[in-house]
């Protein structure tokens, strides 16, 4: 139904008459009489008794009148909720990623989204493996999605926002034998603990650490449980920086000889993001240009 014309037939019963309502409404008494006319060719009925110079509703007109007033009323709702996403005062936003790019970047940008914009609710999705990313954000279960770059994709548009450092996470004591830049010598004599489905993966990054892990000591299903045992001082790992820093307060962080790093990507579908998809985009490349 045509909203117009439901203001045009209400405004016609509040006041009684076309006169008094073309004059409320600011359009020609002509233009409103024929609209008037042609709602009720419309719907195929007579909606006004017309007596003398006035309009009252008949049967017809009083049946029509409370749902034109629930219609105008939803139609309100709905811009104004509109509204208020595309001001980021409302809305939703689906983020997939794995636990190490949950933790950064990405629990830092959605700290900065959260004091921008309160009133925007979030999910994060566990997309567990690089394919599970993809996934989630090619079927739209998730807007955007955070992985390990590069990888094969041309459905999904795919930005890099820049590479962090994999640095040795070794206790205390096996750290005071160690130089400041450790090797792959250092590392062959270093008992190590490594998440199983990382050594199963096929993470870039994942393919790089393989040959300068040392004696493997413990595959752990969980990823807390070998942060656990590093901490505890029974283990080693590789870890990105900014992760470590997170997870491993008080464990040294030594940087590998060559370098080893990753190179952080943001992906989402082609189509139109949300606004709130948006601003954390801006928030993920800030955050990746100061880093």
């Known amino acids: 139904m045509d909203l117009r014309l439901m203001r045009y037939f209400l405004a016609v019963v509040d006041h009684g008459g076309v006169?008094?309502?073309?004059?409320?409404?600011?359009?020609?008494?002509?233009?409103?009489?024929?609209?008037?006319?042609?709602?009720e060719s419309k719907l195929g009925v007579e909606l006004f008794d017309r007596t003398g110079r006035g309009m009252t509703p008949s049967a017809a007109g009083r049946a029509?009148?409370?749902v034109a007033r629930r219609v105008l009323?939803?139609?309100?709702e709905a811009r104004l909720r509109v509204l208020r996403v595309a001001k980021l005062e409302s809305g939703r936003l689906t983020v997939t990623t794995m636990?190490?790019?949950?933790?950064?970047?990405?629990?830092?940008?959605?700290?900065?989204?959260?004091?921008?914009?309160?009133?925007?609710?979030?999910?994060?999705?566990?997309?567990?493996?690089p394919a599970g990313v993809l996934s989630m954000v090619r079927s739209g279960e998730a807007e955007l999605g955070l992985l390990e770059l590069p990888v094969q994709e041309t459905a999904l548009a795919v930005r890099s926002l820049g590479s962090e450092e994999l640095v040795l996470a070794a206790p205390e004591s096996f750290d005071k034998t160690l130089p400041f830049r450790v090797t792959v010598a250092d590392l062959a004599r270093l008992p190590f603990g490594v998440v199983t489905k990382d050594v199963l993966g096929t993470q870039p990054s994942a393919e790089r650490m393989a040959p300068l892990v040392g004696e493997v000591r413990c595959r752990c299903a969980h990823r807390q449980l070998l942060w656990?045992?590093?901490?505890?001082?029974?283990?080693?790992?590789?870890?990105?920086?900014?992760?470590?820093?997170?997870?491993?307060?008080?464990?040294?962080?030594?940087?590998?000889?060559?370098?080893?790093?990753?190179?952080?990507?943001?992906?989402?579908?082609?189509?139109?993001?949300?606004?709130?998809?948006?601003?954390?985009?801006e928030i993920l490349v800030a955050s990746g240009d100061s880093g």
Request: charge should be neutral.
């Open 19 to 39: 006169t008094r309502a073309a004059t409320a409404l600011y359009v020609a008494q002509p233009s409103l009489s024929q609209a008037i006319r042609n709602l």
């Open 64 to 66: 029509l009148e409370p």
């Open 99 to 129: 636990s190490t790019f949950a933790i950064a970047p990405l629990a830092g940008a959605l700290t900065e989204l959260r004091h921008r914009y309160p009133g925007v609710q979030v999910h994060v999705r566990d997309g567990a493996t």
């Open 228 to 281: 656990e045992l590093v901490a505890a001082g029974a283990l080693c790992t590789f870890a990105p920086r900014r992760v470590a820093e997170v997870m491993l307060p008080g464990v040294a962080l030594r940087p590998v000889e060559p370098l080893l790093s990753r190179e952080v990507g943001l992906i989402h579908r082609t189509a139109d993001l949300s606004p709130a998809g948006r601003a954390l985009i």
């Open 73 to 76: 009323a939803d139609a309100e």
